[in-house]
């Protein structure tokens, strides 16, 4: 194929106009491959012997009596409290701003605005995990189990990174308990100053590792797919029951505890958003009906001139989130199953996969895949992530009712500011995105401190699970393709 080719067709057609943009963008194709890192297949001779060999059981003390998880908490309350003091929520009010209070909110701008956060840089981070001990406590982490429920309930996080290493480290404390595990994946692009401080960090942990392969990630690009992919064949050599994947925005509406409680209701079923009605248009269409390639130079996604076959399987494209809860079944189909390889393959030169692989695997009842849903997506709220977006307002009405951000919109997404805490305080999702730590940064001190404050009082605060229970999902059981119990099951 080449230009004459397709000034041959365009006259034909009529469609003169476009021929130079047309030729322009398949020679700038022609330039460029379509990837760094060929996709990675994930295959075993024997499915069974790599759990069997890679599974390491990391023995932990078992915490029977209620006084040990009190001492626990009582111990919490005593350090991790005091280390975690935050000198500028001395100046705002946070349960006032939490409520809705437009004086206590606008106090709250006005004391942002006039006093800079000081951050903690790459080399400090470095510095400080250089005496793990130290670092750990002085950070205020979560060092023994709170609960029985959630020392047998072990749950995944992949947090993909870029940048940031103080919001990442935020984060990964603000969701840390011992009994979990963390992948962190660094862009394989990032200053190298970036994977140091963050290998630092995750030495201090036996439960939190730097991916094994990292990623060059670009947007709308299968590297995304692959970065996830990466942590998720890391992270079956523990023991977990769900998979959670974050980015470094990212920050919890909900304590470790009210995680446990919402995805042991979850049993067994992923919470995958997808929808095939918003695929229909022609813009989303191009998405899989033309081959894309990626510009690098650039970190720009264009479409080619060549169409695409039709994808195996006979499966219906679904759109969703990029992420997800997913079981740990559902992990070990994506990586293990043909099924899941060869449409991973398939979607290898597509926009945006990210996007689309799950929800297509979770929505197409015939691919078998655990955890997923034979049930109407389109009528299915989607809680693993909240996030307002300014041209799909439409979508909000699936879980919640139309909140105009308060805070700033970049490439259409809302950036969480102070005027949003009320929003946030009461969101049954289980994590926002997204937040920058430059913008209004008294909304994340405000959220942290929020969050602290529940895992502390977890013991006796009443945690309502009733919007959970009327998921389509969980409340009709049959709507849900269930794994078998095995080799794969962590209990």
């Not at 205020?140 to 290493?165: C, H, K, N």
């Not at 963050?198 to 094994?212: D, H, L």
């Not at 102070?418 to 994590?431: K, M, V, Y």
């Not at 999902?473 to 209990?491: C, H, Q, T, Y």
Request: hydrophobic share 40%; aromatic share 14%.
């Amino acid at each position: 194929m080449s230009c004459a080719w397709i000034r041959s067709r365009a006259k034909r057609y009529s469609f003169k106009p476009l021929i130079g943009v047309v030729c322009a963008v398949f020679l700038l194709n022609m330039l460029f491959d379509i990837t760094d890192n060929p996709t990675v297949v994930y295959t075993s001779t024997s499915h069974d012997a790599y759990i069997m060999h890679h599974v390491r059981r990391r023995p932990l003390p078992v915490y029977e009596e209620r006084q040990s998880y009190a001492e626990n908490i009582a111990r919490l309350q005593s350090v991790a409290a005091r280390r975690r003091g935050n000198d500028h929520l001395r100046h705002v009010d946070c349960p006032a701003m939490f409520s809705g209070d437009q004086a206590a909110i606008e106090r709250g701008r006005e004391y942002a605005n006039a006093h800079a956060r000081k951050t903690l840089s790459n080399d400090d981070y470095t510095s400080m995990a250089a005496n793990c001990s130290r670092f750990v406590e002085t950070r205020g982490y979560v060092t023994r189990p709170l609960s029985q429920e959630e020392y047998e309930f072990p749950i995944a996080f992949s947090i993909l990174m870029f940048d940031g290493v103080e919001q990442v480290e935020r984060l990964l404390r603000a969701v840390y308990v011992p009994q979990n595990v963390y992948c962190i994946h660094v862009d394989y692009k990032a200053h190298p100053a970036v994977l140091l401080a963050m290998k630092a960090v995750a030495r201090c942990f036996p439960n939190v590792f730097i991916a094994s392969r990292l990623e060059s990630v670009y947007w709308g690009h299968i590297s995304i797919v692959l970065a996830e992919m990466n942590c998720l064949h890391d992270l079956l050599r523990y023991r977990w029951r769900y998979f959670i994947n974050l980015s470094g925005q990212m920050f919890p509406l909900h304590t470790n505890a009210e995680l446990v409680k919402v995805l042991r209701l979850y049993d067994g079923a992923n919470d995958i958003e997808g929808t095939f009605k918003r695929t229909q248009g022609q813009l989303m269409k191009i998405r899989q009906t033309l081959s894309w390639r990626l510009l690098k130079p650039f970190n720009l996604m264009l479409p080619t001139v060549f169409p695409k076959l039709k994808p195996p399987y006979g499966v219906t494209i679904y759109k969703g989130s990029n992420q997800a809860a997913l079981t740990r079944g559902f992990a070990e189909y994506l990586l293990f199953n043909k099924t899941a390889i060869d449409l991973l393959a398939w979607f290898t030169d597509t926009l945006a996969p990210d996007e689309h692989l799950w929800p297509t695997i979770n929505h197409n009842p015939h691919l078998r895949a655990p955890g997923s849903y034979t049930g109407d997506p389109e009528t299915k709220a989607f809680t693993a992530r909240g996030t307002i977006w300014a041209s799909f307002a439409d979508q909000l009405a699936w879980s919640w009712k139309h909140w105009d951000c308060r805070g700033k919109w970049v490439r259409q997404i809302c950036i969480f500011g102070i005027g949003d805490l009320p929003w946030l305080r009461d969101r049954p999702e289980l994590f926002a995105n997204k937040f920058h730590s430059d913008f209004e940064y008294i909304v994340y001190d405000c959220l942290e401190e929020l969050i602290f404050n529940r895992t502390l009082d977890g013991h006796k605060r009443q945690f309502n699970v009733t919007y959970y229970e009327r998921l389509p999902f969980v409340r009709n059981r049959e709507f849900v393709i269930l794994a078998k119990r095995g080799i794969d099951d962590p209990s």
